[in-house]
């Protein structure tokens, strides 16, 4: 009877420790590549640089602000984009493709752990990496731009759990999409169609209080504003502990509708796969 109440314990502890290991692996690996990484984080600059300038020019021409956001909030907005945008980079749907056509997806179904912890631990180690040298990127911006930033520690402690969320979530769904290959193995139009909502939906393009009113009532029953614009406006925007909780807790609730997604498809897909490639 004991040894029945311990197995769930056991399996989570097992689960720690895998997670904890494959992590450190990953960021070992990561930091290996430091110069090509560092060079990568770089050419992301292009994107946020763009549309800070835009949207601070605009402020200007309209007496100092636009949708509620000052030029300084607007450099605030832009570099932490950077950081957010850095924590959304999770394993894509066409590596299934690739997976599949490699026939390194095979292997995979024969893995003592489920397939997804081998990504979710692997992105989570490469982030410890990639923060780490998005440092000095933030330092550099925000010599230039000069954002106006005043935070409490609920905002960066609830700024702090969001970003591993928004990560979680955006993990989650892409990897439902990369099931998709399963079936047709091709997932890249599916993928693209999900950026764009994505770009339009999450407060990547702009921010969503600068959306019309009926574009921010759909952007708050997807899962997309979760993942970016609610980490940048928890530190951004002036919001009440209760309104930063929620928000925590609708990011709780799209990594159980993603969970619950990626456990009914997977078992669908599994059945369906046929294994290609070398």
């Given at each position: 009877?004991t040894?029945?109440?311990?197995r769930?314990?056991?399996?989570?502890?097992?689960l720690?420790?895998?997670?904890?290991?494959?992590?450190?692996?990953?960021?070992?690996?990561?930091?290996?590549?430091?110069?090509?990484?560092?060079?990568?984080?770089?050419?992301?600059?292009?994107e946020?640089?763009?549309?800070?300038v835009?949207?601070?020019?605009?402020?200007?021409?309209?007496?100092?602000?636009?949708?509620g956001y000052?030029?300084?909030s607007?450099?605030?907005?832009?570099?932490?984009w950077?950081?957010?945008r850095n924590?959304n980079?999770?394993?894509?749907?066409?590596?299934?493709?690739?997976?599949?056509?490699?026939?390194?997806?095979?292997?995979?179904?024969?893995?003592?752990?489920?397939?997804?912890?081998y990504?979710l631990?692997?992105?989570?180690?490469?982030?410890?990496?990639w923060?780490?040298?998005?440092?000095?990127?933030a330092?550099l911006?925000?010599?230039?731009?000069?954002?106006?930033l005043?935070?409490?520690?609920?905002?960066?402690?609830?700024?702090?759990?969001?970003?591993?969320?928004?990560?979680?979530?955006?993990?989650?769904?892409?990897?439902?999409?990369?099931?998709?290959?399963?079936?047709t193995?091709?997932a890249?139009?599916?993928?693209?169609?999900?950026?764009?909502?994505?770009?339009?939906?999450?407060?990547?393009?702009?921010?969503?209080?600068?959306?019309p009113?009926?574009?921010?009532?759909i952007?708050?029953?997807?899962?997309?504003?979760?993942?970016?614009?609610?980490?940048?406006?928890?530190?951004?925007?002036?919001?009440?502990?209760?309104?930063?909780?929620?928000?925590?807790?609708?990011?709780?609730?799209?990594?159980a509708?993603?969970?619950?997604?990626?456990?009914?498809?997977?078992?669908?897909?599994v059945?369906?796969?046929?294994?290609v490639?070398?």
């Amino acid at each position: 009877m004991t040894a029945v109440r311990e197995r769930p314990a056991a399996r989570i502890r097992a689960l720690a420790d895998f997670y904890v290991q494959a992590a450190k692996l990953s960021a070992v690996q990561q930091f290996s590549y430091r110069a090509s990484n560092y060079l990568f984080l770089v050419g992301m600059l292009a994107e946020p640089v763009i549309y800070l300038v835009v949207w601070r020019t605009i402020a200007e021409a309209k007496g100092g602000s636009v949708g509620g956001y000052t030029a300084g909030s607007l450099a605030a907005y832009y570099i932490l984009w950077t950081l957010v945008r850095n924590m959304n980079l999770v394993y894509a749907p066409t590596g299934f493709e690739w997976r599949i056509a490699s026939g390194r997806m095979s292997g995979r179904l024969l893995l003592p752990v489920h397939p997804i912890h081998y990504d979710l631990a692997g992105f989570a180690g490469a982030k410890v990496v990639w923060i780490a040298l998005w440092l000095p990127i933030a330092a550099l911006l925000t010599w230039l731009f000069q954002p106006a930033l005043d935070v409490g520690p609920v905002q960066v402690a609830v700024f702090l759990v969001a970003i591993w969320g928004a990560f979680t979530i955006r993990s989650l769904f892409l990897w439902v999409l990369g099931l998709v290959t399963f079936w047709t193995t091709r997932a890249g139009a599916l993928f693209e169609l999900y950026l764009v909502f994505e770009l339009l939906l999450s407060g990547r393009l702009v921010p969503l209080t600068l959306l019309p009113g009926w574009a921010q009532e759909i952007a708050d029953h997807l899962p997309f504003k979760w993942t970016f614009g609610f980490p940048i406006d928890s530190l951004v925007s002036p919001r009440s502990t209760a309104q930063l909780l929620g928000g925590l807790g609708m990011q709780a609730l799209w990594i159980a509708v993603g969970a619950g997604l990626v456990a009914v498809v997977w078992k669908r897909a599994v059945r369906r796969y046929s294994g290609v490639g070398a």
